[in-house]
C-alpha cells in the first residue's frame, strides 16, 4: 500500500499543479484577489504530497521491499542503512523524484515567505513555477515511475551502484539540485515580470535573494561532487571536464554573471534587458543539464538514464520553456525601457565586464559540451573534446577577470576613478609581486607561468581585504572607531569579500595541485619501500575482510619523513558480488593543506599489489576556495537589506513603453 500511496500523491499534486499554473494567472488579469490568493495554498499543499510520494519511496528502500521495481534494482538487504537512504536519489526515477521534490519546495517557499511581493507578481511567479512542476511530474508518471511494482516479488535486490555507496552521496545530489532546481524561481520571476510589465529595481531586489540561495547550493554542490570524484573514482583528479560537470559549471557560470548584473539593476535601475535574460538563460542552462544527464545521450558515471523515450520526453520540455520563455522575451523586451546611465570606468562598468568574461567563459564552455554532440548526431563522428580545449579557452578568459575582481568594489557607482583604485590597490599588487618572487625562487620545475598565477591569486584575497580595509578605514582612523564601523558595516560587503578572496584560495590549490603534484605508480610486496617527494611509503600487510554486502582487501601502509612516522593509510579494493563489480577506495593523509593519496590497482600472480601514489600540495584549497565564496553568500543573505525588501519608488510608472 506504501507504494500506492506514493502513486496515488503524486498524481495529486500534478493535479494540484494543474490548478497553480492556471487559476492564479486568470486571477492577476482579472485582478481577483481570491483567486491569486489560491497559488500560495495549492503551492503549499503541492509541496505536502510531493513530500508524501518522496517519504513513501524512502520508506519502501529502508524496509528493503522488493516488490517495487526501483527498490529491487537498487538496494539490496545487506546495503548499510545509510546507503539505503542515498539509494533514493542514486537512480534516475528516485532522483527524478527528488528535483520535483526540491522543485515544490521553493514554490513552497515563496508562497510562505513572499508576503513583501505584490499579490499580481506572488501569483504570476508561483504560476509559471507550476508549469515546470507539471511538466516534469507528467515525465515522472509518464516514464519514470518509481512506484511500478514486480508481479513476483524476487528475495534479494540487485544493489545500488557501488561507485554511489559513499557518504558523498549523502550530501551531493541534494546540494546541486538545490541549486539547479533553486534557479527556477529566478527563472519564475523573470517570466511572471514579462507577463507582467513589472521589471525594475524592486523586481531585481526581490529576485536576488532566491537567485543567491541557488547559486551558494549549487556552490557547495561543485565543490562536493568535484571532492567525491577525487578520492572515490581512484584518478586522483578533481576535475575531469566531464559534459555532466560542465553541466553543473554553466548554470554557476551564467548564476554568477545573474547576481552580479541584477546588483546593478537594484542599485542604479539599469541592465534590465540584459538580467532578465540571464535569469531565463540561467534556468535553461539547469534544463539542458537535467536532459544531458537523464537523457541517455551522455555516457558517464552521473548518469542513470538510457530510455529514448525519456530523452525524447525530456527534450519536449527543454524546447517548451526555453523556447517559450525566449519567444516571450522577444516580444517584451523592445518595449522595456532602460535605467540609469553610467561611465565605463564605473562600479556598474566593472560589474557589467564581469559579466563579459563570465558569459563568454560560459559559452565556450557551452560550445565544447555541446559540439561532440551535434557532430554525433550530424556526421555519425565520435570526437572528444576534453581539457587542452578548455584549458586554453576557459582559463585565459579568468584572467583579465581576476584582475578586475578587486578593482570593482573600490569603484564609485555611476562614475568612478580608476587611478585612485589602482592606488588603494598598491599594497595588493607589491604583495603579489612579492610571492612571484618567492614562489620563482622555491620552485624547483613546473609551469613557468605558474607564480604569475599564484601572484594573481594573492592580488585577489589581498584586494578583498583591502576593500574591507578602506571602507572601515582601518589606517585613516583610531583603531576603535575602525572596529566599531567593522561591526556596523553592512554583511553584503564582507560576503563580497569572502566570495572574492574565496576564488583567490581555490586558484591558488589548483596551481599548486596541477603543477607541482608528484606521482609513483608502482607494484609492491609486504615491506617494500616507495618514495613520493619527502615521504617514504612502506606495505605492511595485505588483509581481507567482509563488509557488509561486498568483500574487501586492506593495504596497510606506514607513512614516515625524515626517518619520523607521520601516519597509516589503508587503501582497498572492494568487490561486490551483487553487482559483479569492483571499486577503490582511495587513502588520504593530509598534512595541512597538502595530502598524500594512496589508491590500489590490481594484484599480480606473485602477490604484488599494484599501487598508485601521489602527493598533492596544497590540493585542499581547491575546496576550501568554494567553501569560503558559499560562506560569504549566506553572509550576504543574512544581509537585513535582502530580507525587508525593496523600498516602494516616489512615483509610480510603468517600465513597459510602446516600441518607438
Known amino acids: 500500500m506504501i507504494a500506492e500511496a506514493g502513486h496515488y500523491a503524486l498524481v495529486l499534486a500534478l493535479g494540484l499543479a494543474i490548478i497553480q499554473s492556471i487559476v492564479p494567472m486568470l486571477g492577476a488579469r482579472w485582478r481577483d484577489a481570491g483567486l491569486m490568493n489560491v ?86 511567479v508561483l504560476a509559471v513555477q507550476a508549469w515546470i512542476a507539471a511538466a516534469f511530474y507528467l515525465f515522472i508518471l509518464a516514464t519514470s515511475n518509481p512506484f511500478l511494482r514486480i508481479a513476483s516479488p524476487p528475495i534479494e535486490g540487485r544493489d545500488l551502484n557501488p561507485i554511489l555507496q559513499d557518504i558523498g552521496l549523502a550530501i551531493h545530489p541534494p546540494m546541486l539540485y538545490l541549486g539547479y532546481v533553486g534557479f527556477s524561481i529566478s527563472f519564475s520571476f523573470a517570466v511572471a515580470a ?55 559549471l554553466m548554470p554557476w557560470l551564467s548564476g554568477t554573471a545573474l547576481l552580479h548584473s541584477a546588483v546593478v539593476m537594484e542599485k542604479r535601475n539599469a541592465l534590465k534587458v540584459w538580467t532578465i535574460l540571464l535569469a531565463i538563460i540561467t534556468f535553461s542552462l539547469s534544463l539542458l543539464g537535467t536532459f544531458l544527464v537523464r537523457s541517455g545521450v551522455l555516457t558517464s558515471v552521473h548518469t542513470f538514464a538510457s530510455d529514448p523515450s525519456r530523452g525524447v520526453f525530456i527534450l519536449l520540455i527543454l524546447c517548451f520553456f526555453i523556447g517559450g520563455s525566449l519567444a516571450l522575451y522577444a516580444w517584451r523586451a523592445p518595449a522595456l525601457r532602460q535605467g540609469g546611465l553610467f561611465a565605463p570606468i564605473s562600479r556598474e562598468g566593472a560589474l557589467v565586464l564581469n559579466n563579459l568574461f563570465l558569459t563568454t567563459a560560459c559559452v565556450t564552455v557551452l560550445v565544447g559540451t555541446l559540439y561532440p554532440l551535434g557532430l554525433e548526431v550530424l556526421t555519425g563522428d565520435k570526437i572528444s573534446v576534453g581539457a587542452p580545449f578548455f584549458n586554453l579557452t576557459f582559463g585565459p578568459l579568468f584572467v583579465p577577470l581576476l584582475i578586475a575582481v578587486p578593482f570593482g568594489p573600490l569603484l564609485a557607482w555611476k562614475r568612478g576613478d580608476l587611478l585612485g583604485a589602482a592606488q588603494r590597490l598598491f ?28 601572484g594573481l591569486a594573492v592580488f585577489v584575497i589581498v584586494g578583498a581585504a583591502v576593500e574591507l580595509i578602506e571602507r572601515i578605514g582601518l589606517l585613516r582612523v583610531p583603531f576603535r572607531t575602525a572596529m566599531h564601523r567593522a561591526i556596523g558595516l553592512p554583511r553584503s560587503n564582507w560576503g563580497t569579500a569572502f566570495a572574492h578572496a574565496g576564488l583567490g584560495v581555490a586558484l591558488i590549490g589548483i596551481v599548486c595541485e596541477t603543477t607541482w603534484n608528484s606521482e609513483r605508480i608502482a607494484s609492491l610486496k609486504q615491506n617494500d619501500i616507495v618514495t613520493v617527494a619527502d615521504y617514504s611509503v612502506k606495505l ?33 579494493k572492494r568487490n ?17 593543506a597538502s595530502q598524500l593519496y594512496i589508491s ?55 517600465d513597459l513603453q510602446p516600441a518607438e
Open 39 to 124: 497559488a500560495r495554498s495549492s503551492a503549499l499543499a503541492q509541496f505536502l504530497f510531493v513530500a508524501l510520494s518522496f517519504g513513501a519511496l524512502t520508506m519502501l528502500h529502508v524496509t528493503s521491499d522488493f516488490s517495487v521495481v526501483n527498490v529491487f534494482e537498487n538496494s539490496h538487504s545487506l546495503k548499510p542503512l545509510i546507503y539505503k537512504f542515498t539509494g533514493v536519489w542514486g537512480n534516475h526515477e528516485g532522483s527524478m523524484l527528488l528535483w520535483v521534490l526540491i522543485l515544490a519546495l521553493f514554490g513552497a517557499m515563496v508562497a510562505a515567505f513572499g508576503n513583501n511581493l505584490p499579490l499580481s507578481l506572488r501569483a504570476n
Open 194 to 248: 514579462l507577463i507582467e510589465g513589472r521589471i525594475d529595481a524592486a523586481w531585481a531586489r526581490w529576485v536576488r535573494p532566491w537567485t543567491l540561495m541557488a547559486w551558494i547550493f549549487l556552490t557547495l554542490g561543485i565543490a562536493m561532487g568535484s571532492y567525491w570524484a577525487y578520492y572515490e573514482l581512484g584518478w586522483g583528479g578533481w576535475w575531469f571536464w566531464d559534459p555532466v560537470e560542465n553541466a553543473s
Open 427 to 454: 599594497a595588493a599588487g607589491v604583495a603579489a609581486l612579492i610571492v612571484v618572487a618567492l614562489v620563482w625562487a622555491w620552485a624547483k620545475g613546473g609551469a613557468a607561468l605558474a607564480p604569475l598565477a599564484i
Open 540 to 572: 605492511e600487510s595485505l588483509i581481507q575482510r567482509q563488509g557488509p554486502n561486498y568483500r574487501e582487501q586492506i593495504a596497510q601502509f606506514v607513512v614516515s619523513r625524515d626517518g619520523q612516522q607521520v601516519g597509516a593509510m589503508s587503501p582497498s
Open 576 to 592: 561486490f558480488a551483487t553487482r559483479g563489480m569492483s571499486t577503490t577506495e582511495a587513502a588520504l593523509l593530509t598534512r595541512g
Open 600 to 654: 590500489l590497482g590490481e594484484a599480480g600472480a606473485d602477490g604484488a599489489i599494484a599501487v598508485r601514489i601521489y602527493y598533492k600540495p596544497l590540493v585542499l584549497l581547491i575546496w576550501l576556495g568554494p567553501m569560503l565564496m558559499a560562506f560569504g553568500g549566506l553572509l550576504s543573505l543574512s544581509d537585513r537589506r535582502l530580507r525587508v525588501g525593496a523600498p516602494k519608488p516616489a512615483k509610480a510608472s510603468r
